[in-house]
Structures are given as C-alpha cells and as structure tokens.
C-alpha cells in the first residue's frame, strides 16, 4: 500500500534552517509528483506547491519562494523540504502528500504532517 | 488569485442531510475536490472531480458542481463525518492548486 514517511517534530530557533523528509513506499516513486502542504496552527490547508519526481523540477505557491525549497533522492523514494532563516511564522505542519494521478488530480494520499516549530 | 469561499460552519443533526458549498467565479468549469480533516488528523479525500468517491469512502458522500458552485452532500450524517472540510482546485490560469477557506461541520 501507498506510505508517505515524513521524518519527526523539529523545534528550531528563529534565523535557524530545518529539513523535512517524506520517504515514500507503495509505488514507483517518479511516477506521480510529490506535494507539500503547510497548515500553521488553527489555520486552513495552503498549497505550498510541488516537485516532478521525474525531473526534479520544482514549482512554488506565491509566498513560497525563496526560503522553500524542494528536493529528492530517488535512490531512496524520499522528498525533502528545506526552509531556511527560518521565522515564527513558519510554526506549522507541513505535510508531503501523493496525487490519485497527475498534480491537477485530488490528492490521495498524505504523509501525517511533521510539526515545525520555531521558537526562541 | 482564484479564491474559493467557504461557510465558516455548519452544523447539522444526526441522520439528517448536509450540504457544503463552495464557491468561486466559474467553478462549475473547474475540476474540484473535497478533503475531511479530523483534528490532529492528516486530510482525506473524500471526493475528486466533482463527484467521484476514493475506495473506502462511503456512499453516503456525494459531490457535485456547477456555475459558481460545488457542493458536497453528505446524506445520513453521522457523529463521526464531524471534521473540517476543505475544497480545492486547480487553477490553469496560474498553473497552481487552490484550497477552499474551510468549513468546520458540527453534529448536533
């Protein structure tokens, strides 16, 4: 069955980088295109954008540029997420996630989120 | 930005019908999908391209869209569909996804 891995909790402090892994089993994994999805504390789901498994090439949501970005290893299936000079507002989950087919599709399949916090 | 808007909440007693609206210019010519959220809870796709239901999500759900509006019906409402409810979408015109605000439905 379809599994997204993401790696643990992380507290960091403000200025700090953070790198988040999804390591993904299932399927093959430059098939389908990695999502990521940050939802901050009591707040709605936002599309921080997604990766090509294929090609690696990353596409980013407005006000996810610069500081974000995505990677791969596909020796290992695994996506990762770096964010750096990290701020307290980048306090959130942030999920990986796997589309039903192409990245216009629903999203199927979800990682259980890694909680970023970012704290003095 | 394409914006999708959403009831903050609804609430619906059990065993009763409840319909979740989403709203946005031309939806109906858009492919939308809908999400359940548990809190603590990682999303779940309950409906995509409108109205087709993943394995494992009961009958029960149903999903529609049309002109400016995409609903999500859910028939026999039980205590356990209480959860947040998110529509998304992707907009061609940028080339990137868009969630709906969110409604957080109540069982009474």
């Known amino acids: 069955q379809v599994q997204l891995v993401q790696s643990g909790f992380d507290l960091r402090k403000p200025g700090a980088s953070v790198r988040v892994s999804c390591a993904a089993s299932?399927?093959?994994?430059?098939?389908?295109?990695i999502i990521w999805v940050r939802q901050a504390p009591g707040q709605g789901l936002e599309w921080m954008g997604w990766?090509?498994?294929?090609?690696?090439?990353?596409t980013y949501a407005q006000g996810f540029t610069g500081r974000f970005v995505f990677s791969l290893d596909t020796s290992v299936s695994t996506a990762f997420l770096q964010i750096s000079s990290l701020k307290a507002e980048d306090t959130a989950v942030y999920y990986c996630?796997?589309?039903?087919?192409?990245?216009?599709?629903?999203?199927?399949?979800w990682g259980l989120g890694t909680l970023v916090t970012v704290s003095s | 930005s394409y914006v999708l808007t959403q009831p903050p909440s609804v609430s619906v007693a059990p065993g009763q019908t409840a319909n979740f609206t989403c709203e946005g210019k031309?939806?109906?010519?858009?492919?939308v999908h809908w999400y359940q959220q548990k809190p603590g809870h990682a999303p779940v796709l309950v409906m995509y391209?409108?109205?087709d239901r993943p394995s494992g999500i009961p009958e029960r759900f149903s999903g529609s869209n049309s002109g400016t509006t995409a609903t999500l019906t859910i028939s026999r409402v039980e205590a356990g569909d209480e959860a947040d409810y998110y529509c998304?979408?992707?907009?061609?015109?940028?080339?990137?996804?868009?969630f709906g605000t969110g409604t957080k439905v109540t069982v009474l």
């Open positions: 996630a796997r589309p039903v087919t192409t990245v216009t599709s629903g999203v199927r399949y």
């Open positions: 299932g399927y093959t994994f430059t098939t389908y295109p």
């Open positions: 990766i090509n498994t294929n090609t690696g090439s990353p």
């Open positions: 031309n939806i109906g010519s858009k492919t």
């Open positions: 391209d409108d109205s």
């Open positions: 998304q979408l992707w907009d061609s015109r940028t080339d990137h996804c868009v």
